[in-house]
Protein backbone atom coordinates (compact mmCIF):
# COMPACT_ATOMS: atom_id res chain seq x y z
CA UNK A 1 0.00 0.00 0.00
CA UNK A 2 2.69 2.39 0.87
CA UNK A 3 4.53 1.87 -2.45
CA UNK A 4 0.98 2.24 -3.78
CA UNK A 5 0.61 5.74 -2.33
CA UNK A 6 3.35 7.23 -3.84
CA UNK A 7 2.93 6.31 -7.57
CA UNK A 8 -0.05 8.44 -8.27
CA UNK A 9 -0.87 6.56 -12.05
CA UNK A 10 -0.96 3.24 -9.81
CA UNK A 11 -3.25 5.08 -7.09
CA UNK A 12 -6.36 6.27 -10.37
CA UNK A 13 -5.88 2.47 -12.06
CA UNK A 14 -6.79 1.18 -8.84
CA UNK A 15 -9.31 3.27 -8.19
CA UNK A 16 -10.76 3.24 -11.83
CA UNK A 17 -10.81 -0.38 -11.55
CA UNK A 18 -12.61 -0.75 -8.23
CA UNK A 19 -14.90 1.60 -9.80
CA UNK A 20 -15.83 -0.59 -12.78
CA UNK A 21 -15.79 -3.67 -9.92
CA UNK A 22 -18.29 -1.83 -7.65
CA UNK A 23 -20.44 -0.79 -10.73
CA UNK A 24 -20.92 -4.39 -12.19
CA UNK A 25 -21.12 -6.05 -8.92
CA UNK A 26 -23.68 -3.90 -7.18
CA UNK A 27 -27.01 -4.97 -6.99
CA UNK A 28 -28.59 -2.92 -9.44
CA UNK A 29 -32.29 -2.69 -10.82
CA UNK A 30 -31.30 -0.56 -14.54
CA UNK A 31 -29.95 -2.32 -17.53
CA UNK A 32 -26.47 -3.82 -17.21
CA UNK A 33 -25.14 -2.12 -20.11
CA UNK A 34 -26.07 1.29 -18.67
CA UNK A 35 -24.29 0.90 -15.26
CA UNK A 36 -21.06 0.25 -17.79
CA UNK A 37 -21.93 3.58 -19.66
CA UNK A 38 -22.08 5.60 -16.84
CA UNK A 39 -18.83 4.02 -14.87
CA UNK A 40 -16.91 4.96 -18.30
CA UNK A 41 -18.68 8.71 -18.02
CA UNK A 42 -17.36 8.64 -14.37
CA UNK A 43 -13.80 7.60 -15.52
CA UNK A 44 -13.59 10.42 -18.34
CA UNK A 45 -14.60 13.27 -16.22
CA UNK A 46 -12.17 12.12 -13.77
CA UNK A 47 -9.14 12.95 -16.93
CA UNK A 48 -9.29 16.34 -17.52
CA UNK A 49 -6.41 16.13 -20.23
CA UNK A 50 -9.03 14.04 -22.32
CA UNK A 51 -11.98 16.83 -21.07
CA UNK A 52 -9.67 19.45 -22.89
CA UNK A 53 -8.95 17.62 -25.69
CA UNK A 54 -12.08 16.09 -26.41
CA UNK A 55 -14.32 19.64 -25.37
CA UNK A 56 -12.23 22.45 -25.08
CA UNK A 57 -9.05 22.20 -27.57
CA UNK A 58 -11.90 22.07 -30.77
CA UNK A 59 -13.11 25.32 -29.71
CA UNK A 60 -9.62 26.93 -29.38
CA UNK A 61 -9.06 26.21 -33.20
CA UNK A 62 -11.98 27.18 -33.82
CA UNK A 63 -11.35 30.68 -32.22
CA UNK A 64 -8.04 30.53 -33.77
CA UNK A 65 -8.39 30.00 -37.20
CA UNK A 66 -11.80 32.38 -37.10
CA UNK A 67 -9.71 35.33 -36.49
CA UNK A 68 -6.82 34.25 -38.58
CA UNK A 69 -9.78 33.66 -41.70
CA UNK A 70 -12.17 35.97 -40.75
CA UNK A 71 -13.94 37.55 -43.27
CA UNK A 72 -13.00 41.44 -44.00
CA UNK A 73 -12.87 41.59 -47.49
CA UNK A 74 -10.59 41.72 -50.65
CA UNK A 75 -7.32 42.94 -49.07
CA UNK A 76 -5.08 45.16 -51.87
CA UNK A 77 -3.12 43.68 -54.16
CA UNK A 78 0.77 44.57 -53.99
CA UNK A 79 2.12 45.84 -57.09
CA UNK A 80 5.62 46.54 -57.89
CA UNK A 81 7.16 48.55 -60.42
CA UNK A 82 10.86 48.32 -61.93
CA UNK A 83 12.96 51.57 -61.54
CA UNK A 84 12.82 53.07 -65.34
CA UNK A 85 11.77 56.39 -66.45
CA UNK A 86 8.41 55.58 -66.76
CA UNK A 87 8.26 54.21 -63.29
CA UNK A 88 6.98 57.21 -61.01
CA UNK A 89 4.62 58.43 -63.87
CA UNK A 90 3.24 54.84 -63.57
CA UNK A 91 2.75 54.91 -59.99
CA UNK A 92 0.56 57.78 -59.91
CA UNK A 93 -1.68 56.55 -62.41
CA UNK A 94 -1.82 53.09 -60.20
CA UNK A 95 -1.92 54.56 -56.35
CA UNK A 96 -5.19 56.34 -57.64
CA UNK A 97 -6.92 52.63 -57.60
CA UNK A 98 -7.84 51.70 -53.71
CA UNK A 99 -7.69 48.13 -54.70
CA UNK A 100 -3.75 48.20 -55.34
CA UNK A 101 -0.50 49.10 -53.33
CA UNK A 102 2.25 50.29 -55.27
CA UNK A 103 6.02 50.48 -54.75
CA UNK A 104 8.92 51.33 -56.38
CA UNK A 105 11.80 48.36 -56.43
CA UNK A 106 14.90 47.53 -58.08
CA UNK A 107 15.04 43.97 -60.15
CA UNK A 108 16.79 42.23 -57.67
CA UNK A 109 14.25 43.41 -54.50
CA UNK A 110 11.77 42.51 -56.81
CA UNK A 111 11.83 38.78 -57.88
CA UNK A 112 12.92 38.58 -54.07
CA UNK A 113 9.32 39.84 -53.24
CA UNK A 114 7.66 37.99 -55.92
CA UNK A 115 9.00 34.78 -55.08
CA UNK A 116 8.29 35.19 -51.14
CA UNK A 117 4.65 36.46 -52.18
CA UNK A 118 4.71 39.76 -50.73
CA UNK A 119 4.05 41.04 -54.90
CA UNK A 120 1.58 39.59 -57.08
CA UNK A 121 2.53 41.34 -59.86
CA UNK A 122 5.72 43.13 -61.03
CA UNK A 123 5.44 45.54 -63.84
CA UNK A 124 8.33 47.00 -66.06
CA UNK A 125 8.94 48.85 -69.37
CA UNK A 126 8.55 46.78 -72.04
CA UNK A 127 11.75 46.09 -74.57
CA UNK A 128 9.25 44.49 -77.38
CA UNK A 129 8.29 47.28 -80.32
CA UNK A 130 4.75 48.31 -80.45
CA UNK A 131 2.88 47.05 -83.27
CA UNK A 132 0.77 50.72 -84.15
CA UNK A 133 -1.32 51.27 -80.68
CA UNK A 134 -2.06 47.43 -80.04
CA UNK A 135 0.22 46.73 -76.97
CA UNK A 136 0.93 49.08 -74.10
CA UNK A 137 4.99 49.40 -73.41
CA UNK A 138 4.44 47.77 -70.10
CA UNK A 139 5.07 43.80 -68.86
CA UNK A 140 3.14 42.47 -66.53
CA UNK A 141 5.17 39.69 -64.40
CA UNK A 142 2.91 37.43 -62.18
CA UNK A 143 2.78 33.99 -60.69
CA UNK A 144 -0.39 32.58 -62.19
CA UNK A 145 -0.40 29.75 -60.14
CA UNK A 146 -0.47 31.93 -56.99
CA UNK A 147 -3.64 32.85 -55.65
CA UNK A 148 -4.61 36.52 -56.07
CA UNK A 149 -2.20 36.93 -58.38
CA UNK A 150 -4.39 36.84 -61.21
CA UNK A 151 -6.90 38.98 -59.84
CA UNK A 152 -3.96 42.28 -58.67
CA UNK A 153 -3.01 41.23 -63.14
CA UNK A 154 -6.69 42.20 -64.41
CA UNK A 155 -6.61 44.93 -62.07
CA UNK A 156 -3.30 46.95 -63.24
CA UNK A 157 -4.80 46.48 -66.64
CA UNK A 158 -7.89 47.81 -65.63
CA UNK A 159 -6.81 51.17 -63.56
CA UNK A 160 -4.01 51.57 -66.83
CA UNK A 161 -6.84 51.22 -69.35
CA UNK A 162 -8.95 53.36 -67.73
CA UNK A 163 -6.17 56.61 -66.83
CA UNK A 164 -5.31 56.40 -70.44
CA UNK A 165 -8.73 56.36 -71.74
CA UNK A 166 -7.91 53.23 -74.33
CA UNK A 167 -11.05 50.60 -75.18
CA UNK A 168 -11.06 47.09 -73.37
CA UNK A 169 -9.36 45.39 -77.03
CA UNK A 170 -5.69 46.89 -75.95
CA UNK A 171 -3.75 44.28 -73.97
CA UNK A 172 -0.20 44.21 -72.31
CA UNK A 173 2.42 41.47 -72.59
CA UNK A 174 2.03 38.94 -70.17
CA UNK A 175 5.24 37.09 -68.24
CA UNK A 176 4.30 33.99 -66.22
CA UNK A 177 6.96 33.93 -63.78
CA UNK A 178 6.98 30.82 -61.73
CA UNK A 179 10.62 30.15 -59.56
CA UNK A 180 10.96 27.56 -56.72
CA UNK A 181 10.47 29.47 -53.31
CA UNK A 182 7.13 31.45 -53.96
CA UNK A 183 4.95 28.56 -53.91
CA UNK A 184 3.16 27.00 -50.93
CA UNK A 185 5.13 24.13 -50.54
CA UNK A 186 8.47 26.28 -50.03
CA UNK A 187 6.77 28.58 -47.21
CA UNK A 188 5.50 24.66 -45.86
CA UNK A 189 8.93 23.17 -45.58
CA UNK A 190 10.39 25.79 -43.23
CA UNK A 191 7.22 25.54 -41.11
CA UNK A 192 8.04 21.51 -40.72
CA UNK A 193 11.52 21.88 -40.10
CA UNK A 194 10.49 24.57 -37.19
CA UNK A 195 7.77 21.68 -35.56
CA UNK A 196 10.41 19.26 -36.05
CA UNK A 197 12.50 21.44 -33.25
CA UNK A 198 10.12 22.20 -31.70
CA UNK A 199 8.67 18.57 -31.17
CA UNK A 200 12.02 17.09 -30.83
CA UNK A 201 12.82 19.56 -27.86
CA UNK A 202 9.76 18.53 -25.90
CA UNK A 203 9.10 15.33 -26.36
CA UNK A 204 12.17 13.97 -27.01
CA UNK A 205 13.71 16.01 -24.17
CA UNK A 206 11.26 16.88 -22.05
CA UNK A 207 9.36 13.50 -21.38
CA UNK A 208 12.88 11.38 -21.44
CA UNK A 209 13.73 13.11 -18.13
CA UNK A 210 10.10 12.88 -16.52
CA UNK A 211 9.91 9.33 -17.60
CA UNK A 212 13.86 8.58 -16.08
CA UNK A 213 12.76 10.49 -12.58
CA UNK A 214 9.26 8.47 -12.15
CA UNK A 215 11.47 4.77 -13.19
CA UNK A 216 14.10 6.01 -10.40
CA UNK A 217 16.95 6.43 -12.85
CA UNK A 218 17.59 10.23 -11.74
CA UNK A 219 18.10 8.80 -7.67
CA UNK A 220 21.17 6.59 -9.10
CA UNK A 221 23.39 9.91 -10.66
CA UNK A 222 23.12 11.22 -7.09
CA UNK A 223 26.08 8.46 -6.40
CA UNK A 224 28.33 9.78 -9.15
CA UNK A 225 30.31 12.57 -9.77
CA UNK A 226 28.16 13.88 -13.12
CA UNK A 227 26.94 17.40 -12.47
CA UNK A 228 23.36 18.87 -13.49
CA UNK A 229 24.48 20.95 -16.51
CA UNK A 230 26.62 17.74 -17.43
CA UNK A 231 23.45 15.99 -17.65
CA UNK A 232 20.96 18.05 -19.34
CA UNK A 233 23.40 19.10 -21.77
CA UNK A 234 23.80 15.18 -22.74
CA UNK A 235 20.41 14.32 -22.74
CA UNK A 236 19.68 17.82 -25.27
CA UNK A 237 22.51 16.85 -27.46
CA UNK A 238 21.80 12.83 -27.71
CA UNK A 239 18.14 14.50 -28.95
CA UNK A 240 20.03 16.35 -31.51
CA UNK A 241 21.75 13.56 -32.83
CA UNK A 242 17.95 12.36 -34.02
CA UNK A 243 16.81 15.46 -34.81
CA UNK A 244 19.44 16.46 -37.33
CA UNK A 245 18.95 13.40 -39.41
CA UNK A 246 15.15 13.83 -39.22
CA UNK A 247 15.63 17.23 -40.89
CA UNK A 248 17.85 16.16 -43.56
CA UNK A 249 15.33 13.86 -44.90
CA UNK A 250 12.63 16.24 -45.08
CA UNK A 251 15.43 18.57 -46.94
CA UNK A 252 15.97 15.95 -49.55
CA UNK A 253 12.36 14.81 -49.65
CA UNK A 254 11.27 17.84 -50.67
CA UNK A 255 13.86 18.60 -53.21
CA UNK A 256 13.54 15.26 -54.94
CA UNK A 257 9.63 16.11 -55.02
CA UNK A 258 9.09 19.35 -55.16
CA UNK A 259 12.58 21.31 -56.02
CA UNK A 260 12.56 23.04 -52.40
CA UNK A 261 16.22 24.39 -52.19
CA UNK A 262 18.00 26.70 -49.87
CA UNK A 263 18.47 30.13 -51.21
CA UNK A 264 20.78 31.11 -48.64
CA UNK A 265 24.06 29.50 -46.74
CA UNK A 266 23.89 26.07 -45.97
CA UNK A 267 26.18 27.41 -42.47
CA UNK A 268 24.08 29.66 -41.61
CA UNK A 269 21.11 27.36 -42.17
CA UNK A 270 22.89 24.24 -40.50
CA UNK A 271 23.69 26.73 -37.25
CA UNK A 272 20.26 28.25 -37.61
CA UNK A 273 18.66 24.73 -36.94
CA UNK A 274 21.10 23.82 -33.80
CA UNK A 275 20.49 27.47 -32.07
CA UNK A 276 16.10 26.26 -32.67
CA UNK A 277 17.12 22.79 -31.50
CA UNK A 278 18.75 24.63 -28.26
CA UNK A 279 16.31 26.71 -27.70
CA UNK A 280 12.94 24.13 -27.54
CA UNK A 281 15.53 21.57 -25.41
CA UNK A 282 15.72 24.60 -23.01
CA UNK A 283 12.13 24.79 -23.36
CA UNK A 284 11.90 21.20 -22.74
CA UNK A 285 13.97 20.77 -19.95
CA UNK A 286 12.06 23.69 -18.08
CA UNK A 287 8.74 21.94 -18.34
CA UNK A 288 10.48 18.65 -17.05
CA UNK A 289 12.63 20.17 -13.95
CA UNK A 290 9.86 19.79 -11.48
CA UNK A 291 7.35 17.34 -13.22
CA UNK A 292 6.57 14.14 -11.23
CA UNK A 293 4.09 12.45 -13.84
CA UNK A 294 3.46 11.57 -17.13
CA UNK A 295 0.03 13.04 -16.89
CA UNK A 296 1.60 16.39 -15.93
CA UNK A 297 4.20 16.22 -18.23
CA UNK A 298 2.00 15.77 -20.95
CA UNK A 299 -0.73 18.55 -20.04
CA UNK A 300 2.27 21.00 -19.72
CA UNK A 301 4.27 20.25 -23.40
CA UNK A 302 0.55 19.87 -24.82
CA UNK A 303 0.10 23.36 -22.85
CA UNK A 304 3.00 24.92 -24.18
CA UNK A 305 3.05 23.64 -27.85
CA UNK A 306 -0.86 24.60 -28.89
CA UNK A 307 -0.17 28.26 -28.71
CA UNK A 308 2.71 28.01 -31.23
CA UNK A 309 1.37 24.96 -33.53
CA UNK A 310 -1.61 27.29 -34.24
CA UNK A 311 -0.52 30.97 -33.95
CA UNK A 312 3.71 30.86 -34.95
CA UNK A 313 2.81 30.27 -38.76
CA UNK A 314 4.08 26.37 -39.44
CA UNK A 315 0.84 26.07 -42.36
CA UNK A 316 -0.12 29.64 -42.87
CA UNK A 317 1.79 33.28 -41.76
CA UNK A 318 0.92 34.87 -38.79
CA UNK A 319 -0.06 38.23 -40.52
CA UNK A 320 -3.60 37.02 -41.04
CA UNK A 321 -4.48 37.22 -37.23
CA UNK A 322 -5.48 40.91 -36.21
CA UNK A 323 -2.29 43.17 -35.99
CA UNK A 324 -3.49 43.89 -32.34
CA UNK A 325 -2.19 40.02 -31.60
CA UNK A 326 0.74 40.12 -33.99
CA UNK A 327 3.03 41.60 -31.57
CA UNK A 328 2.84 38.89 -28.38
CA UNK A 329 3.13 36.05 -31.45
CA UNK A 330 6.16 37.10 -32.58
CA UNK A 331 7.48 36.55 -28.81
CA UNK A 332 6.62 33.31 -28.96
CA UNK A 333 9.90 30.98 -29.21
CA UNK A 334 9.05 29.16 -32.82
CA UNK A 335 7.90 32.55 -34.68
CA UNK A 336 11.23 34.37 -34.75
CA UNK A 337 12.27 30.74 -35.67
CA UNK A 338 10.32 30.63 -38.44
CA UNK A 339 10.81 34.20 -39.93
CA UNK A 340 14.36 33.68 -39.77
CA UNK A 341 14.35 30.46 -41.46
CA UNK A 342 12.08 31.57 -43.84
CA UNK A 343 14.59 34.74 -44.55
CA UNK A 344 17.31 32.64 -44.99
CA UNK A 345 15.70 29.50 -47.22
CA UNK A 346 13.02 31.69 -49.32
CA UNK A 347 15.01 35.10 -49.88
CA UNK A 348 18.71 34.07 -49.29
CA UNK A 349 19.33 36.69 -46.24
CA UNK A 350 22.29 36.66 -43.74
CA UNK A 351 21.82 35.78 -40.41
CA UNK A 352 22.68 39.41 -40.08
CA UNK A 353 19.81 40.78 -41.30
CA UNK A 354 18.10 39.05 -38.30
CA UNK A 355 19.46 40.67 -35.11
CA UNK A 356 15.63 40.77 -33.50
CA UNK A 357 14.72 37.29 -34.28
CA UNK A 358 17.95 36.06 -33.17
CA UNK A 359 17.70 37.93 -29.89
CA UNK A 360 14.98 36.66 -29.07
CA UNK A 361 15.87 33.17 -29.53
CA UNK A 362 19.19 33.38 -27.65
CA UNK A 363 17.01 34.95 -24.97
CA UNK A 364 14.65 31.99 -25.24
CA UNK A 365 17.86 29.61 -24.90
CA UNK A 366 19.51 31.11 -21.96
CA UNK A 367 16.79 31.68 -19.45
CA UNK A 368 15.47 28.69 -20.43
CA UNK A 369 18.15 26.73 -19.54
CA UNK A 370 19.07 28.51 -16.65
CA UNK A 371 15.44 28.41 -15.11
CA UNK A 372 15.38 24.48 -15.80
CA UNK A 373 19.31 23.98 -14.20
CA UNK A 374 18.45 25.97 -10.90
CA UNK A 375 14.68 24.10 -10.33
CA UNK A 376 16.12 20.54 -11.70
CA UNK A 377 16.43 17.98 -8.31
CA UNK A 378 17.68 14.23 -8.85
CA UNK A 379 15.20 13.42 -6.13
CA UNK A 380 11.67 15.15 -4.99
CA UNK A 381 12.91 15.72 -1.54
CA UNK A 382 15.95 17.74 -2.41
Given at each position: ?????????????????????????????????????????????????AVFWTYVFPLV??????????????????????????????????????????????????????????????????????????????????????????????????????????????????????????RYIDFLVPGLIGMVL?????????????????????????????????????????????????????????????????????????????????????????????????????????????????????????????????????????????????????????????????????????????????????????
Amino acid sequence: MEKSSRNPSANRASSETELLVTSVTEPVKSWPIGVLVRTRLIEFSRRPAAVFWTYVFPLVMMFILGSAFRSQGESPSQVGILLGSQAEVLKQKLQSSPDLVVAVVDLEDGLRRLRAGRLAVLIRESARTNRGTETFPFELIYDPQRIGARTAELLVQRQLRISEGVPESYQFHRVPYSEPGGRYIDFLVPGLIGMVLLGGGLWGVGYAIVDMRIRKLLKRFLATPMRKSDFLLGIVFSRMMFVIPQIAVIMLASYLGFSVTNHGSWFEFALLVLLGGLQFAGVGLLIASRAKTMETMSGLINLAMLPMWTLSGIFFSYENFPELIQWPIRLLPLTPLLDTLRGVMLDGNSLTQHPIELALILSWTVGTFGLALWLFRWTDGQ
